[in-house]
């Protein structure tokens, strides 16, 4: 039994409180890319003048982010929605491992301080609960271009040989399209020696969104966005103002809340052609969606079971696989659902068992066989992208669900419950 200490203890966790069978509706707006934003930040490193950036989401993520930024010498100051960064000195190039360990998005430093300073000490970032993410690939293209790159206790040591300490130009081929390799890359790219070209290259929207920042600030770089990448040194780089892409996944996310509450919903502002995949599987399930510009207008009807294989992009993102189960648990009839990219990003099947949902399981392919009602559950989220399932598993579910795990939610999603409520959602947040 427990006792009355521990059961207090447990009433006090954070959690969120959300009501079922909701009906949404209206418009509700998409904050800036946390992926984008992250990366973003990391390249104020690459030069002295200062770096201005605009509809930045307010997440612990940044918040972590420009944490080790300052304890690296950068100065920073925010206002809502923004961020100034100046590096125009950087003290400390080893960031320390109390501030790196819970942020992955913190080892892509190592490429604008090896541009920049020739030299960079970054814990490694360890594997988290969905998968080992290893930086192979960032450190195989760190070396082609001429760093000296040892991993000694935990700590990957990097550092340019020679009196000027640059990197020079060189050929890289990934062997997997890894989205963080690909950035790292194309900021220690920038300051070095000669032309570079990444083959294999990430195609994703935040890759494309840091290139053309790059660009604003004075690089060389073309084909961002497609397999090739070409990128010509240059002497130095300066300040610039940018604008963070709409977050793609935070925009996916709400159009899945309107299908699981089978509620019309309009969602802005989105980059359409980010989101081709994911709009062509609401349309396969049964819903209704039209694009005017910068809003998605989604009306779904019976929701009906799909398939779905994750896949770098242009195909279906791996970060929206666990809010898309979600629907699918209330699909009439059976999905199948593949995840490519992690190996272990099914953890959200558990919960959405507890919460009815039927599912089974086998290596890394779940089938899903859609029930007419989910039923509120008390829930704990292990990783972002699933706790941003089961509060959408809660939203269509009978009954007052419990979620707890919301250090996981806040990472990546600006006030989800203050947007899904301002849509109609009665969800309440007890911290
Ligand atoms: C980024 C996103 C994350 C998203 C992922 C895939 C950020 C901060 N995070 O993560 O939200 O889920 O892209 O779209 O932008 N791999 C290797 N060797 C490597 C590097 C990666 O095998 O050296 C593999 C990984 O194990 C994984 C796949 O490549 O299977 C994708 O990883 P990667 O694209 O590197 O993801 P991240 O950049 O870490």
Known sequence: MPNAAAVSNEILRPHLEINGESRLFGKLRVSGAKNSALVLMTAALLTEEKVKLLNLPQLTDIEGMSNILVNMGVKSSRKLGEIELQAE??????PPYELVHELRAS?????PLLGRLGKAKIPLPGGCRIGARPVIEHIRGL???GAVVNVEHGVVKASVPGIKRKLKGASIVFDCPSVGATETVLMA???AEGTSTIENAAQEPEVQDLAKMLNCMGARIRGAGGPTITVEGVESLHGCEYEVIPDRIEAGTLLIAAAITRSPLQIFPVIPKHLRAVLQKLTDCGCKIKVDQETVFIHPEEIIGVDITTQPFPGFPTDLQAPFMALLSTAKGTSVVTEKIYENRLQHVSELQRMGASIRVQGNTAVIEGVPQLSAARIVASDLRSAAAMV??????KGTSRLEGLDHLDR????LEK???FAGANIKRND
């Open 143 to 145: 070396k082609a271009l």
């Open 392 to 397: 959408l598993a809660s939203l269509a579910a």
């Open 89 to 94: 000195e950087i003290n400390n190039s080893e």
């Open 412 to 415: 990546g999603y600006e006030n």
């Open 107 to 111: 080892f892509f430093c190592i490429g």
């Open 189 to 191: 790219a920038v300051l």
């Open 419 to 421: 947007k899904l409520n």
